[in-house]
């Protein structure tokens, strides 16, 4: 399977469509019984500076990987991302969410008060929270 290319991008309402969500948005749904093995890189670079920067995929867009990479019939087996020490990482969307376990939790104490967050996508944080809680 040939690389898909997918970049962040501003669209109506001024809302950002994020590089990862993208690039699944790209994924053509692979029909066959067993699912797809596929990975993600995810870089971040400066123009000016010429290095990488942090690249991390955010709560929102691990929440895209956990739900619409299935229903697509793949599986993600690696996230390589660059990280604020510029270099390239290795992870797996199961390290990440524990890893962001802490975020996570904010992220959804702080709904209560912003009610600018969806419902929708605090079910999807909730759902890949309780999902990896007991590892
Ligand atoms: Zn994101």
């Not at 008060?113 to 419902?119: A, E, G, I, Q, R």
């Amino acid at each position: 399977m040939k690389p898909k290319l997918a970049t962040s991008k501003i669209v109506k309402g001024g809302m950002t469509i994020h590089a990862e969500q993208d690039a699944i948005k790209k994924l053509k749904p692979h029909s066959q019984r067993k699912p797809k093995k596929v990975s993600l890189i995810v870089g971040k670079f400066s123009k000016t500076s010429k290095t990488a920067s942090d690249s991390m995929p955010c709560i929102k867009c691990m929440c895209a990987m956990a739900n619409y990479l299935p229903k697509k019939g793949y599986v993600l087996e690696y996230i390589y991302y660059t990280g604020v020490d510029k270099d390239i990482h290795c992870t797996t969307l199961k390290k990440l969410v524990i890893q962001e376990k802490f975020h996570m939790s904010m992220y959804l104490a702080k709904s209560v008060l912003n009610k600018k967050k969806s419902v929708h996508d605090l079910k999807m944080v909730k759902k890949l929270k309780a999902k990896y809680d007991k590892s």
